[in-house]
């Protein structure tokens, strides 16, 4: 079984940046390169929502609109962990950040991954 792990949340004041992390691990019958990650929030009273996510395939990313240029997404094969570095923050960024694993595609849709975290809190204060 899949399992992921995401770290690296924490209290910062607006304009502060964070690195989140994503560690995958459980591998049996399919390698951890053969799977798009996306980084999901979950403010509360609001539904969650795809913030980035990359491509198994060719590397290609996905970022909202309200984070692109602010936010980056890496992977690193040989760790077997995707990164989500947040420059920039706002208060709106507030919110529980997830990572997800899916092998057959990607995109911003977190119906369509299979395998989830248990989630990073990320405070922004002004």
Not at 12 to 40: K, N, P
Not at 57 to 75: N, P
């Amino acid at each position: 079984e899949v399992q992921l792990q995401a770290s690296g949340g924490g209290l910062v004041q607006a304009g502060g940046s964070l690195r989140l992390s994503c560690v995958a691990s459980g591998f049996t019958y399919d390698d951890f390169d053969d799977y798009a990650i996306g980084w999901f929030r979950q403010a509360p009273g609001k539904e969650r929502e795809g913030i980035s996510c990359i491509s198994a395939r060719d590397g290609s990313t996905y970022y909202r609109d309200s984070v692109k240029g602010r936010f980056t997404i890496s992977k690193d094969n040989a760790k077997n962990t995707v990164y989500l570095q947040m420059n920039s923050l706002k208060p709106e960024d507030t919110a529980v950040y997830y990572c997800a694993a899916d092998a057959q595609g990607w995109g911003p849709n977190p119906t369509l991954y299979d395998y989830w975290g248990q989630g990073t809190l990320v405070t922004v204060s002004s």
